[in-house]
Antibody, heavy 120, light 110 residues
Framework: QLQLQESGPGLVKPSETLSLTCTVSGGSMSTTSYYWGWIRQPPGKGLEWIGNIYYSGSTYYNPSLKSRVTMSVDTSKNQFSLKLSSVTAADTAVYYC????????????WGQGSLVTVSS | QSALTQPPSASGSPGQSVTISCTGTSSDIGGSDFVSWYQHHPGKAPKLMIYEITRRPSGVPDRFSGSKSGNTASLTVSGLQAEDEADYYCSSDAGSNNLVFGGGTKLTVL
């Protein structure tokens, strides 16, 4: 059974960079059938797609966040990462990693989520 | 890209049916076969309930069904059960690998 687990600091200061890692277990990331993505949910709000990365390193970002987002992948560790720069309180959210089908676009496996609070 | 529009709440009694709508544009729902629905119990990971407008993943009860007409997709839950009470989100491809979500609908089982 595929499992995804987010990890990273739960508290980030304003203007700094948020960094999260998603570790995939129970299967290989090196597949042509899936992207690996990040989604977030601010408190009391809906889901927002941040972007996704292919095992080869190709990235696709939400246009509204593109200037601040960087994603990377390490297939040797079966991990992919998110960096969001110049954070503000508006970036406070639960951040989820998920697997996204290349041809179906379905998000079929999700991590449990990691709450990141932006505060001084 | 703008979020898809969902009603903030929906409700029904056990055994009844309820339909949740998700309205977008011709750039997302109207032009895409890749509309999905997710069930989200607070504090847990979202769960895929419907993909490609009408398809159900293995293990999802057939009480859950999806459809689309024009720029609006719908999720119908038949034979409501207490455990169906959750937040439901739609999503759609929006071109160029973009993905857009709806604002979410809180389903209450009365």
């Amino acid at each position: 059974q595929l499992q995804l687990q987010e990890s990273g600091p739960g508290l980030v200061k304003p203007s700094e960079t948020l960094s999260l890692t998603c570790t995939v277990s129970g299967g290989s990331m090196s597949t042509t059938s899936y992207y690996w993505g990040w989604i977030r949910q601010p408190p009391g709000k809906g889901l927002e797609w941040i972007g996704n990365i292919y095992y080869s390193g190709s990235t696709y970002y939400n246009p509204s966040l593109k200037s601040r987002v960087t994603m990377s992948v390490d297939t040797s560790k079966n991990q992919f990462s998110l960096k969001l720069s110049s954070v503000t309180a508006a970036d406070t959210a639960v951040y989820y990693c998920a697997r996204r089908g290349v041809t179906t676009s379905k998000l079929d496996y999700w991590g449990q989520g990691s709450l990141v609070t932006v505060s001084s | 890209q703008s979020a898809l529009t969902q009603p903030p709440s929906a409700s029904g009694s056990p055994g009844q049916s309820v339909t949740i709508s998700c309205t977008g544009t011709s750039s997302d729902i109207g032009g895409s076969d890749f509309v999905s629905w997710y069930q989200h119990h607070p504090g847990k990971a979202p769960k895929l309930m419907i993909y490609e407008i009408t398809r159900r993943p293995s293990g999802v009860p057939d009480r859950f069904s999806g459809s689309k007409s024009g720029n609006t997709a719908s999720l119908t839950v038949s034979g409501l059960q207490a455990e169906d009470e959750a937040d439901y989100y739609c999503s759609s491809d929006a071109g160029s690998n973009n993905l857009v979500f709806g604002g979410g609908t809180k389903l209450t089982v009365l």
